[in-house]
């Protein structure tokens, strides 16, 4: 069985905002710290002055973050995130809108390993040849930077096959659906009892681990994004 693996973080270490290398227009997480469960938004960076300040887009929820207030933020770049806390300044509705927060003094890199696997409910396309039309439906039902696990009704080959797949992830910083096209290699097939959502009928599922060949270099950011996405919103 391919079992997901343990999640894991490689050992924080402090970091200069120099470090990070962060792009006007790039996607952060931004919730606040003075909150047992806090919610997750969304926002873009805008603009920075360099030991003064940031400016974030207001999320859409515009009662998400109000003066005076602490956040944390978090920044997804290759196979790193970075944390920080900072302070809602001012909230800017004229004549344009914006946050205008505290310039960190202390931000936290976290390393995470290629394996970590996150929950997933992902269709996908098991192609069949070169015909477009030729294709089988599936779920992926977990996934990591390397593979996943693939959940069917009939098997699709044995360890050591190959096969294309096609699934769509949610590109956060371009806020769109990407689609991806990958070979991938049957790693594992193991077969076992599934059930209705209602418990009515019971049948056969049969769990692919899989590993994943060619994934364009661009399409592996949005991957490992939304692996850690995934993964930081479940431990919040």
């Known amino acids: 069985m391919n079992k997901p693996a343990a999640i894991v973080m490689t050992k924080k270490s402090s970091i200069d ?22 919610a997750v938004h969304y926002t873009t960076l805008i603009g920075f002055v360099p030991g003064e300040y940031l400016l974030l887009k207001i999320p859409q929820e515009s009662s998400a973050m109000s003066e005076g207030e602490n956040v944390i933020i978090r920044v997804f770049s290759g196979v790193s995130v970075f944390t920080f806390s900072s302070k809602v300044e001012s909230v800017v509705t004229a004549p344009r809108a914006f946050l205008l927060l ?9 390393g995470l390993r290629k394996a970590v696997r996150v929950k997933a409910n992902l269709p996908v396309k098991i192609k069949n040849g070169p015909d477009p039309q030729n294709f089988k439906m599936a ?41 991806i096209n990958t070979t991938a290699s049957i790693r594992s097939v193991q077969q076992s009892a599934g059930s209705t959502a209602d418990g009515a009928t019971f049948h056969t599922v049969y769990s692919h681990g899989i590993n994943f060949h060619d994934i364009q270099a661009a399409n592996q950011v949005i991957l490992q994004n939304f692996v850690y996405e995934t993964l930081l919103v479940h431990r919040t």
Not at 156 to 169: A, N, P, R
């Open 17 to 38: 905002f120099e470090d990070m290398n962060l792009q006007v227009g790039v996607r952060l997480q931004i919730m606040s710290s003075q909150s047992a469960t806090p």
């Open 102 to 110: 505290a310039f960190p003094s202390s931000i936290q890199k976290v």
């Open 139 to 179: 779920t992926l039902s977990d996934i990591s930077l390397s593979g996943a696990l693939v959940s069917t009704a009939r098997p699709l080959g044995t360890s050591g096959d190959l096969i294309d797949i096609e699934f769509t992830l949610r590109d956060q910083a371009s806020d769109r659906d990407v689609t």
